[in-house]
C-alpha cells in the first residue's frame, strides 16, 4: 500500500517541484520597480517628454541650485551682505576661506550637472511625435536647450574666473556635456568654448520655441531671450545685448509692476514683470534650507543687507519694502533684515530673470554703444518706478555708467547678480559695512572662484583645480 | 527488534547473576539532568563489564552487582559520561549528569540538515540557549560578541533595539552589504534596518532570545556554499527551542534591572558650565578684535538677564544655569518576564511561551518594549510521516531619536545649546524662545518629554509549515513552506511652538512598511551505509523566494492642537506616497557527505542560484564546495597517545557569492517624483548594468580541533576569503550627473588566524572552574582597485585595508599663535598654518582592529556560579564625525562646545591641541577629515557577569518547584581604553564612525527563574 503512494503521488510530486525551477523561474526573476520605468525607454510621447521636462525643473529647485546656495553664495561673497553673529552655512564664502572639501561647491557642481543630464534626456530622445503636436515637443526641447545653456552659465561663473579674466577668454572654464556617458571624464573646455555652447543652445532654444507661454513657472522664447541678453552683457556684446533685450521688453508679454505694488510682488508666486521663476510649493519647499531663510528671522537667519546696498536707496524708494525691522538686532547687525524672500511657510520663488534686468541691461549696453540718451531714459524708468519723485538720470560717460550700476546693484539685490558684476567689470569687493573676518578682497583673486569639488578632481584625472586651492 | 535486544540484555544479565551468586549487592538509584529532570532509556554500565541496565520512564534503575563494590559508568546521549563509585553500603545514588561539554557529540544544525560535530569538514560554531537566555539585550545577535571567533558584532548606538552589524572574517564588500545571512528554523529571513523615518532598528529585535534553542554560525565554503549568492558573508543559523517527551515542563523567568550609560561619568564628553561658556563667548569676541564691553552688549542681546557683569566682562552673578545633557539622562529601567511550557508524547511535542521585554536607555524617551510569542509544535503520526509548525507573534514598540549632526540629536544639541539659556521658560513650558538665533528652538528635554514624537511599532508574524515523509529507507522527501510577515507603522512628529516644526505650525509623518516573505523549500535526502565502512549521505533541493515590501508615508503640517496628533488634525497634508520593492531567488542545490568508518569525511556541495537582483546577462549563478576532515584520534596510532582526547584536521574549499546590493540596480531607471508646480516629472535616477551580477568570493579554511588532557579542548584556524567582482558604486565624474556607478569592479581579501581554547581547570562534583577565550586576527587588503577610491574620512586603495583612514595630519597647535597646524604631506617634516597647503594621506591607521575577541571564565560551586565574559578589540581607530562641530573652537556662533575646549590655548607659549577659540572658527582648525578627530579604539570591557545560585531540589521540590534560581547581572560593568582621554564609548560600529549616539548601556539586573 505505502509503496503505490510512494510511486503514483509521492514521488511525482517531489520530482515536479525539483523541476519547478526550469519552467518558472524566468517571468518568476524578471521584476520592475514601482516608481520607475526604463531608461531607454522614458521617452516615448509627448507626455513623456512633459514629465522629463518637469523633473528637469524640478532639479533647478534644489537647496544647492536656484533653491538657495547658487543665490546665496555669490551674495554673501558680494559687499551687499554680512553675517549675522551666528551665521554659519555659508560663512566660509563669506570668508573667503573655503577649501577643497567644502560641501557646498561639491552640492552645487554634482546638482548643476545633474541638471544638465535632465536637460540632455530631453534633447537627445530621439522619439517621434504626431505631426499635430511637433511644436509642442520642439517647444518642451526649447525649454531643454535653455536649461542647458543655463546650467553651464551659472557652472562657469560660480567654478571659473568671468569671461574677460584672459584676453583670449581662454582660461579654464567648465567641462561641457552635451550627451550622457557614464566613462566619461571631461577636461575643462575654455571659458570662450564654453561660452559659444551656451550662446548656440540658446539660439537653438529661441528657434525651437514657437508656442506662448503664459506661465512664467517655465521657460519661454523670451526666456532664451532675455539669457541671452544677459550671456551677450557678460561679453561685451553690447549690440546683441541691447538686441535681445529689446526683442523681449517689446514682446508685450511683460510690464513693469506699478510702484505700489512693488514691494507686495515678493509675496507672490509671480508678477508682471516675471520672465522665469522657479516655483515652490509646499511640497518642494526646501524647509529650513530654503534661500529666503538664510535671511528671515523665522529660518536660519545667518545674513543681513549690509548698509553698503542699503545706505544707497533713497528715502521713500519702494524697494526698501523688501527690507523687515527684526528688534532683536542691535550695533553693527543694524536693525533691519532681507525681506524678499518673506514667506516662512511655503518657500518663496527664485526669480531667474525679470524684465527690470532687461531695462538695465539695455542701459549698459545702449551707453557702452554711445547711445547715452536711450541708456539714461531706460536706467530712469527703472529708478522712477522705485520713487516716482526721483530725479531723471542726466549723467553722461563713466558717470552715466556709475549710475546704471547703481541701479543694478539695488534693483536686483538679493538675487545673486552683484558679484558677477563686479567680476565682470574688474573690481575687488570692498565692503565698509563689514561683520565678517574678510572686509576687502582685491581683484584680481584666486578666491573669487568656487574650489572644484575633491571629489571630483578624485573620479576625473582630467579635472584641473582652480589655483589657490592646493592640489 | 528492540524487544529481542532487551531479551538478549536479561538473559544474559540473568547468567551473570547466577554465576557470581555468592557475594553480590543491589544498587538502586534515579538518573536526572542538572534540573533535576529524568533522564529516561540512560545507560548504567558495570564499568569494565557488559552488565548493565537502563532507566526507566521516571529516571530509576536497579541493579543486583557482584562483590562488595563496584564503579557504573552512566551514559546518556548528549551528556556526559560520569563513574560513580556504589558499594553495598553506598547503594542509593542520585546521579545527575550535565549536557556534554565535550563538544565532539553535539548535534549540529547546518545548511538545510543537521549533523554530528564530528562529521563537520566545515567551520562551524555553536552558541547554545544557555549562553543566550536572560541576557539583558534587545536581540540575540548582541549576544554573539566576544564568544565566536572570527565575529564581530556591535551596534554602535545604545539605542534599544537598535541595529546590530555583523561581520563574520571581516568585510568582504565594497558597496554591497557585508551582513551575514539570518536563517531561522530553516529560513532565510529578513534582518537589519526597514524603517522610513527611525534613526536604527532592528527586525530581529522581534525574535525573543528565549525562545532559541541554538544559534549556529557558519564560517568557511563547506558550510555557507549550500546558500550560494547569499552565502559570502557567512551565515547565522538560528533554532528555535523544540519540546521533548515527557512531563511538561514550565518554566517562569523574570528579571529587572537598571541601565547607565556604560562609560563612567569621568570618561564622558562634558557640556560647559554657565560661567565657562560666558568665559568663552567673550573671549571668543574678543578673538575677533572686539572690546570686551561690546562682547558684553552681544551677550546680553543673546541673553538677556542671563548673567549679570561688572564693567570689564567680570562674571558677577550667573542667573540661569542649565545642564542639557544631565536633564536628558536617566537611570533607565529594565524587565523582562518569560513564561514557556514544553513537552509532549511519542505522537506530539510541543514548546509554548509568551514574554515581555522592557528596556530603556539611560537617555529619557529611549526606551523598547517587546510583546512576543511562540507555538512550536511537531506531530508525528507514524515512524515515517512528521509535520511540524512553528509560529511566532511578536510587537515591538521603540521609542528613538536622531543621531549625527542633526538639531533634533539630543546628544548633538544637548552640548551646543548655551548653558544660559533655560530649560523652562516662565509659563512653565520647555523654552523655546531661542529660535531666532539658536538652531531653530531646538530643545531636547522637551522635545523628549512628550512634545515630540519618534516611534515606530512592529508586528512581525512567522510561520514555518514542514512535513517529512520517509519514502523508502534512507530516503526521505521534506517540504517546507514559510511565510515571515513584518509590519511597521511609524510616527514622527515635530511641536509647533520650537525646533523643527516650528515654521510649519507643526507637522508629521506616519510611514506603514508591510513586508512579505515566503519561500518554498523542497529537498530528498538519502542516506546509506555500504559495506559497513562507507557512510554516504545526500541531498537535493530546489528553493523559491519572493520578499516584497510595500511602504506608504503621508505627512502633514500646520497642526491646531499639540496634544491632537494624527494626520486628520494637520491642516495640511504635504505628501502622500507609496512604493514597493521586490526581489525573488530560485534555487537548486546539493550536498553530499561521505566518511569511511567514521575517520575520513568528504562532504561537496553546489547550489545554482538566480535572482531577480542581477542583470539579464548574468542572471545566474553556480557555486561549490569541496571539505575534507580527518579525525586522527580514531587512527590506531592515536589511540595509545593519553593525553589526546580528540583530534581532528578539516580543511576546505570553495566559492559563493554575495547578492546584498539594491533590488534593481541592474536597471537603468527612470524615476517619477520629481514634480514641479503641481505637474509630475521624472527624472534619471539609474545608470544601470545589464552585466551587474553577485560577488564571488572563494574561501579557504584549515583547521585543526583538539581536545588534550582531559581538561583542555580548542581549535586553530587558519582562513583566507577572496572577495572578487566586488559590487562597487564606483565614484564617476559628477558631470555626468551622478556620482557613481555600480558595477563588478575589484577585489579583496580577508585573511586570519583564529584561536579558541576551552579549559576545565578544576572539574569536581562540587565544584567546578573553566576558562576559555577566542582571539581573532584578521587582516584585510584591498587586492585589486584600477583606481583609489576615496570615500569620505577613508580610502580604498589596492594593497590596503579597506578602512584605512586618510586624512589631513593634524600637528596640533601653534605655541605662538594658537593657530592650527597640519603636516604638508606624509613625511611629516613640514608644517603649515593653512590648510590648503596641507595634503591627506595614508597613515596606517584603520577602522579594522589588529585582533579581538573575547575571554570567559566560570566558576562554580555547589549551587553557586559566577560567570564572567570580556570582549576586547585592539588596534582600531575610531572617527569623531560631530568633534568638528562640538568642540570646532567656536566655529558655530554662538554654540556652546564641550570641556575639551576648556583645554584651548590662551596665550603665547601655551601648550595644547586645542587652538585658541574664536567665534566663527580658527583658521579652518575644525576642517573635516583630519587626525584630530581620530581616536584609539582599542579597549577591554566586561560584557557580561552574573552570579547566580540555584536553590537545592531537596528544598524546591517541597514547593512544588522542579528549580529555582536567582542571579545577580551587570552588562558593560568596567571598560579599559588603551587612550586614557578618550571621550566616546570604544564599542562603536563596524566603520569606526561615531556620530553622537544614543550611549551604550550599563546594566545591573536581578532575576528569579523557576521551573515547575
Redesign the interface.
Same mark, same amino acid.
Given at each position: 500500500m505505502?509503496k503505490i503512494i510512494?510511486k503514483t503521488f509521492?514521488?511525482p510530486v517531489?520530482v515536479m517541484?525539483?523541476?519547478?525551477?526550469a519552467s518558472?523561474?524566468e517571468e518568476?526573476?524578471?521584476?520592475? @520597480?514601482?516608481?520607475?520605468?526604463?531608461? +531607454?525607454s522614458?521617452i516615448q510621447s509627448l507626455d !513623456?517628454y512633459?514629465?522629463?521636462?518637469?523633473?528637469?525643473?524640478?532639479?533647478l529647485?534644489s537647496a544647492n541650485y536656484y533653491g538657495r546656495y547658487f543665490i546665496l553664495v555669490p551674495d554673501v561673497m558680494s559687499d551687499d551682505v554680512k =553675517?549675522?553673529?551666528?551665521?554659519?552655512r555659508a #560663512?566660509d564664502f563669506a !570668508?573667503y576661506?573655503a577649501?577643497?572639501?567644502d560641501g557646498i561647491a561639491a552640492g552645487m557642481?554634482?546638482t548643476i550637472? +545633474?541638471?544638465?543630464? #535632465?536637460a540632455? $534626456?530631453v534633447i537627445n530622445a530621439e522619439t517621434e511625435v504626431p505631426a499635430a503636436v511637433q511644436n509642442q515637443k520642439d517647444q518642451y526641447r526649447g525649454e531643454a536647450f535653455a536649461v542647458r545653456a543655463l546650467a553651464h552659465f551659472d557652472l562657469v561663473r560660480i567654478f571659473a574666473q568671468h569671461y574677460g579674466f584672459t584676453s583670449g577668454n581662454s582660461h579654464a572654464g567648465i567641462?561641457i556635456?552635451t550627451v550622457? !556617458?557614464?566613462?566619461?571624464?571631461?577636461a575643462r573646455s575654455t571659458v570662450a568654448e564654453v561660452y559659444t555652447q551656451i550662446i548656440s543652445d540658446l539660439e537653438q532654444s529661441v528657434s525651437l520655441m514657437t508656442i506662448d507661454q503664459a506661465?512664467p513657472? #517655465?521657460i519661454s522664447k523670451e526666456t532664451a531671450q532675455a539669457l541671452l541678453a544677459r550671456v551677450n552683457l557678460y561679453m561685451g556684446n553690447w549690440a546683441r545685448a541691447e538686441q535681445f533685450a529689446t526683442s523681449v521688453i517689446n514682446s508685450g508679454n511683460y510690464s513693469l509692476l506699478s510702484n505700489d505694488a512693488y514691494a507686495d510682488s515678493w509675496n507672490q508666486q509671480y508678477s508682471s514683470e516675471s520672465i522665469f521663476s522657479i516655483?515652490f510649493?509646499?511640497?518642494?519647499d526646501n524647509?529650513?534650507d530654503a534661500l529666503g531663510?538664510m535671511y528671515i528671522?523665522?529660518?536660519? /537667519?545667518d545674513y543681513l543687507p549690509s548698509q553698503d546696498v542699503v545706505g544707497l536707496i533713497p528715502e521713500g524708494d519702494a524697494r526698501l519694502g523688501i527690507f523687515k525691522e527684526d528688534p +532683536?538686532l542691535?550695533?553693527v547687525l543694524g536693525t533691519i533684515r532681507v525681506n524678499k524672500y518673506p514667506n @516662512?511657510?511655503v518657500q518663496n520663488s527664485t526669480p531667474v530673470v525679470r524684465l527690470s534686468e532687461m531695462y538695465l541691461i539695455r542701459a549698459e549696453a545702449r551707453a557702452m554703444q554711445g547711445n547715452e540718451a536711450g541708456a539714461q531714459e531706460d536706467v530712469t524708468l527703472i529708478r522712477q518706478r522705485g520713487l516716482p519723485t526721483a530725479d531723471a538720470v542726466t549723467a553722461t560717460g563713466q558717470g552715466l555708467l556709475d549710475e546704471i550700476e547703481k541701479e543694478r546693484r539695488i534693483e536686483l539685490m538679493f538675487e545673486g547678480h552683484r558679484l558677477w558684476d563686479l567680476m565682470r567689470k574688474k573690481q575687488g569687493v570692498f565692503r565698509t559695512d563689514c561683520t565678517?573676518?574678510t572686509c576687502e578682497i582685491s581683484y584680481p583673486n584666486d578666491r573669487f572662484v568656487a574650489p572644484i569639488?575633491?571629489?571630483?578632481v578624485?573620479?576625473?584625472p582630467n579635472?584641473v583645480q582652480n589655483p &589657490?586651492?592646493?592640489? | 527488534m528492540k524487544h529481542a535486544k532487551h531479551f538478549m540484555l536479561s538473559a544474559l544479565f540473568s547468567i551473570l547473576t547466577i554465576a557470581v551468586l555468592h557475594a553480590q549487592f543491589t544498587v538502586q538509584g534515579t538518573v536526572t539532568d542538572a534540573t533535576g529532570d529524568p533522564l529516561i532509556g540512560a545507560t548504567i554500565l558495570v564499568k569494565g563489564t557488559t552488565t548493565g541496565t537502563t532507566t526507566d520512564i521516571d529516571g530509576s534503575f536497579e541493579l543486583r552487582l557482584p562483590g562488595q563494590e563496584a564503579t557504573l559508568l552512566v551514559t546518556y546521549t548528549g551528556y556526559a559520561d560520569r563513574e560513580v563509585a556504589v558499594s553495598s553500603t553506598n547503594n542509593n545514588v542520585s546521579i545527575s549528569l550535565q549536557e556534554a561539554v565535550s563538544e565532539l557529540s553535539e548535534v549540529i544544525v547546518v545548511g538545510y540538515g543537521e549533523t554530528r560535530k564530528e562529521a563537520l569538514t566545515g567551520s562551524v560554531t555553536s552558541l547554545r540557549s544557555e549562553q543566550i537566555e536572560q541576557v539583558p539585550l534587545a536581540s540575540v545577535e548582541q549576544a554573539l560578541q566576544g564568544n565566536i571567533a572570527g565575529l564581530q558584532s556591535v551596534m554602535g548606538n545604545g539605542q534599544p533595539g537598535a541595529n546590530v552589524q555583523v561581520r563574520i572574517r571581516g568585510i568582504g564588500s565594497i558597496s554591497a552589504s557585508s551582513e551575514p545571512l539570518y536563517v531561522i528554523d530553516g529560513i532565510p529571513v529578513t534582518s537589519g534596518d526597514i524603517t522610513r523615518t527611525n534613526t536604527t532598528a532592528n527586525t530581529m529585535a522581534s525574535l525573543n532570545p528565549n525562545d532559541i534553542e541554538a544559534v549556529t554560525v557558519l564560517k568557511d565554503a563547506a558550510a555557507t556554499s549550500i546558500y550560494g549568492s547569499r552565502g559570502a558573508n557567512g551565515v547565522i543559523l538560528i533554532t528555535t527551542k523544540s519540546g521533548r517527551s515527557g512531563k511538561p515542563r514550565i518554566d517562569l523567568k523574570t528579571q529587572v534591572g537598571f541601565n547607565g550609560w556604560a562609560v563612567s561619568d569621568s570618561r564622558r564628553l562634558k557640556p560647559l558650565t554657565a560661567e565657562q561658556y560666558t568665559e568663552m563667548y567673550l573671549e571668543g569676541w574678543m578673538n #575677533?578684535g572686539e572690546t570686551v564691553q561690546?562682547a558684553m552688549?552681544?551677550f546680553n542681546?543673546?541673553y538677556p538677564g542671563a548673567v549679570d557683569f561688572g564693567p570689564n566682562g567680570e562674571i558677577q552673578r550667573i542667573n540661569i544655569e542649565s545642564d542639557w545633557i544631565d536633564a536628558i539622562t536617566r537611570t533607565g529601567f529594565n524587565q523582562s518576564y518569560d513564561l514557556s511550557a514544553s513537552g509532549g508524547t511519542d505522537a506530539v511535542s510541543y514548546y509554548a511561551s509568551g514574554s515581555y521585554f522592557s528596556q530603556e536607555a539611560p537617555i529619557i524617551y529611549s526606551g523598547l518594549d517587546r510583546y512576543s510569542s511562540r507555538l512550536n509544535l511537531k506531530v508525528k503520526p507514524n515512524e515515517?510521516f512528521t509535520i511540524s509548525n512553528n509560529l511566532s507573534l511578536s510587537r515591538l514598540e521603540q521609542y528613538g531619536m536622531s543621531d549625527g549632526s542633526f538639531w533634533a540629536n539630543p546628544l548633538y544639541t544637548g552640548y551646543f545649546l548655551a548653558p544660559v539659556i533655560p530649560i523652562y521658560d516662565d509659563q512653565g513650558r520647555f523654552y523655546g524662545d531661542h529660535?531666532?538665533?539658536?538652531m &531653530?528652538g531646538n530643545n531636547p528635554v522637551g522635545s523628549l518629554s512628550g512634545d515630540d514624537n519618534r516611534q515606530f511599532d512592529q508586528i512581525r508574524i512567522m510561520d514555518n509549515l514542514s512535513a517529512d515523509?520517509q519514502?523508502?529507507k534512507g530516503l526521505k522527501?521534506r517540504?517546507a513552506w514559510a511565510f515571515d510577515m513584518i509590519n511597521v507603522q511609524e510616527f514622527f512628529y515635530r511641536n509647533p511652538r520650537y525646533g523643527?516644526g516650528? +515654521?510649519?505650525?507643526g507637522y508629521a509623518t506616519e510611514t506603514a512598511i508591510n513586508e512579505l516573505n515566503w519561500i518554498g523549500t =523542497?529537498t530528498?535526502n538519502y542516506s546509506k551505509t555500504f559495506k559497513t565502512d562507507h557512510n554516504v549521505s545526500a541531498l537535493? /533541493?530546489?528553493e523559491?523566494q519572493?520578499n516584497r515590501r510595500k511602504g506608504v508615508i503621508t505627512t502633514g503640517?500646520q497642526y491646531p492642537n499639540s496634544e491632537l496628533r494624527t494626520l486628520q488634525n494637520a491642516a495640511?497634508p504635504? =505628501?502622500a506616497y507609496?512604493?514597493? $520593492?521586490?526581489?525573488?531567488f530560485?534555487?537548486?542545490f546539493s550536498r553530499v557527505d561521505y566518511n569511511y568508518q567514521l575517520k575520513y569525511y568528504l562532504s561537496g556541495s553546489v547550489r545554482r542560484d538566480?535572482?531577480?537582483r542581477f542583470g539579464r546577462n548574468n542572471?545566474y549563478g553556480t557555486f561549490w564546495s569541496v571539505g575534507l576532515s580527518w579525525r586522527m584520534d580514531q587512527e590506531a596510532f592515536l589511540q595509545d597517545v593519553s593525553f589526546i582526547d580528540d583530534l581532528k584536521l578539516r580543511t576546505s574549499y570553495g566559492t559563493n557569492g554575495n547578492a546584498g546590493i539594491g533590488?534593481?540596480e541592474h536597471?537603468?531607471?527612470? /524615476?517619477?517624483?520629481? *514634480?514641479?508646480?503641481?505637474?509630475? &516629472?521624472?527624472? @534619471? $535616477?539609474?545608470?544601470?548594468n545589464v552585466n551587474l551580477t553577485w560577488e564571488t568570493s572563494t574561501n579557504f579554511n584549515i583547521g585543526l580541533d583538539f581536545g588534550l588532557f582531559n581538561f583542555l579542548s580548542g581549535t586553530v584556524e587558519y582562513f583566507s576569503r577572496e572577495s572578487d567582482n566586488l559590487l562597487l558604486a564606483r @565614484?564617476?565624474?559628477?558631470?555626468?550627473?551622478?556620482?557613481s556607478?555600480t558595477q563588478n569592479f575589484g577585489a579583496m581579501r580577508n585573511s586570519g588566524l583564529e584561536l579558541t581554547l576551552n579549559a576545565n581547570i578544576i572539574s569536581r562534583d562540587n565544584f567546578s572552574w573553566g576558562v576559555g577565550g577566542n582571539i581573532t586576527f584578521l587582516k584585510n587588503e584591498v587586492t585589486r582597485l584600477d583606481e583609489?577610491?576615496?570615500d569620505g574620512t577613508k580610502i580604498r586603495k589596492e594593497g590596503y585595508d579597506f578602512q584605512t583612514f586618510y586624512l589631513y595630519e593634524y600637528a596640533g597647535v601653534d605655541p605662538a599663535t594658537g593657530t592650527p597646524l597640519w603636516y604638508t604631506d606624509e613625511s611629516e617634516s613640514t608644517m603649515t598654518g593653512n590648510?590648503? *597647503?596641507?595634503?591627506r594621506f595614508i597613515s596606517g591607521r584603520s577602522a579594522t582592529p589588529d585582533f579581538f575577541g573575547g575571554l570567559n571564565t566560570n566558576l562554580a560551586f555547589k549551587g553557586i556560579t559566577l560567570d564572567a565574559q570580556f570582549v576586547y578589540s585592539f588596534g582600531n581607530y575610531l572617527y569623531d564625525t560631530e568633534a568638528r562641530f562640538l568642540q570646532g573652537d567656536g566655529?558655530? $556662533?554662538?554654540?556652546s562646545q564641550t570641556q575639551i575646549n576648556l583645554q584651548r590655548w590662551r596665550e603665547p607659549g601655551d601648550i595644547t591641541d586645542v587652538p585658541y577659540f574664536r567665534?566663527?572658527?580658527n583658521?579652518?582648525s575644525n576642517?573635516?577629515?583630519m587626525t584630530r578627530w581620530l581616536k584609539d579604539g582599542s579597549h577591554i570591557r566586561l560584557r557580561n557577569v552574573t552570579l547566580a545560585y540555584s536553590l537545592p531540589n531537596t528544598l524546591v521540590s517541597k514547593v512544588g518547584f522542579r528549580s529555582a534560581r536567582i542571579y545577580a547581572r551587570g552588562v558593560n560593568l568596567w571598560t579599559w581604553t588603551k587612550d586614557k582621554d578618550l571621550y566616546m564609548d570604544p564599542e562603536a560600529a563596524i566603520n569606526g564612525l561615531v556620530e553622537s549616539p544614543v550611549p551604550n548601556l550599563k546594566t545591573i539586573s536581578f532575576g528569579l527563574d523557576i521551573g515547575f
Open positions: 505505502k510512494f509521492i514521488y517531489a517541484l525539483l523541476l519547478m525551477t518558472c523561474s518568476f526573476l524578471e521584476l520592475q @520597480p514601482s516608481g520607475a520605468a526604463d531608461l +531607454n522614458a !513623456d512633459k514629465a522629463a521636462v518637469n523633473g528637469m525643473y524640478s532639479g529647485q =553675517q549675522n553673529a551666528q551665521a554659519n #560663512r !570668508d576661506v577649501n577643497v572639501q557642481f554634482n550637472y +545633474n541638471v544638465i543630464n #535632465r540632455n $534626456t567641462p556635456v550622457f !556617458d557614464q566613462e566619461s571624464k571631461p506661465n513657472g #517655465r516655483f510649493r509646499s511640497d518642494d524647509g529650513s531663510r528671522v523665522e529660518g536660519y /537667519g +532683536n542691535s550695533g @516662512p511657510a565678517g573676518l569639488p575633491q571629489r571630483e578624485d573620479a576625473n579635472m &589657490g586651492y592646493g592640489s | #575677533r561690546r552688549e552681544r542681546g543673546h515515517k529660535q531666532s538665533f539658536f &531653530g515523509y519514502l523508502a522527501f517540504t523643527d516650528r +515654521n510649519v505650525n =523542497q530528498l537535493v /533541493g530546489y523559491a519572493k503640517e495640511n504635504t =505628501q507609496s512604493d514597493f $520593492t521586490e526581489y525573488t530560485s534555487s537548486i538566480g535572482s531577480s542572471r533590488n534593481y536597471l537603468p531607471l527612470f /524615476g517619477f517624483g520629481a *514634480d514641479y508646480d503641481g505637474s509630475p &516629472g521624472g527624472v @534619471p $535616477t539609474e545608470i544601470g @565614484p564617476i565624474s559628477s558631470t555626468t550627473g551622478f556620482t556607478l583609489d577610491i576615496i590648510i590648503n *597647503d596641507a595634503t566655529s558655530l $556662533t554662538p554654540r567665534w566663527g572658527g583658521n579652518n576642517v573635516a577629515n
